[in-house]
């Protein structure tokens, strides 16, 4: 989901642009010193978390279910060809074991090159898709922190963050998540379905404006 991070992160960007602008502009009166009220996010896990989120992962799995039947497909011949190469006596003919390994290499490849063909147009759906969702997620945050008067919003998504501790009440994720889910109106999957893992890994930056 590194992907899904890098785009995030960018989509992030705009949060924190107006803020960043106008506090470097120059004042017209004289600062005045606030009790700083801190609070933690793990964006890409809100956006994953969220209706939006578990009900989009859902489609584009389901979108992209024969392109995973064709390949397993492929891959078990490719298995079977490599098993029939294995259970060649050791007198078989240079010929015949050539044959065979051939057929297998060209199996092989057309395996590896389906399979990242389909993963690259997976990956680029499934991106597209969470874009949409993390712009929608970012307006909802930016209200809720706003409305609860925090003064510094982190999102700790990224690997590369410098949050080494905090209270877990300091962590708005889940009431993020709440608070799109109410303003989306997007109903939760079914609980028979399959919900996918909030990461095939995740850590995701917000979008900031």
């Not at 209706?51 to 489609?59: D, F, I, K």
């Not at 501790?165 to 994720?173: E, G, H, M, N, Q």
Request: proline residues 6%.
């Amino acid at each position: 989901m590194n992907r899904h991070l890098t785009l995030l992160t960018v989509l992030a960007a705009g949060l924190v642009a107006a803020p960043l602008a106008s506090a470097q502009a120059p004042a017209a009166v004289a600062p005045v010193a606030v009790d700083a009220k801190i609070a933690l996010i793990n964006f890409e896990q809100v956006v994953l978390a969220s209706n939006e989120g578990q009900t989009v992962a859902l489609a584009t799995q389901k979108k992209y279910e024969p392109k995973k039947v064709e390949i397993e497909k492929l891959a078990a011949e490719v298995d079977s060809l490599k098993k029939a190469i294995a259970a060649l006596p050791a007198n078989a003919p240079d010929d015949e074991r050539a044959s065979k390994l051939s057929a297998a290499n060209l199996k092989e490849k057309e395996l590896n090159s389906r399979a990242q063909e389909a993963q690259e147009a997976y990956n680029a759906d499934f991106q597209e898709a969470l874009g949409k969702i993390a712009g929608k997620v970012a307006a909802t945050m930016k209200t809720y922190v706003q409305t609860n008067g925090y003064t510094i919003l982190l999102d700790v998504s990224s690997q590369s963050s410098n949050v080494l501790w905090a209270l877990p009440s300091t962590d708005i994720s889940q009431a993020v998540v709440d608070a799109y889910n109410k303003a989306s109106g997007v109903a939760a999957p079914a609980p028979s379905a399959p919900r996918p893992a909030a990461t095939a890994r995740p850590a995701t930056a917000a979008p900031k404006k």
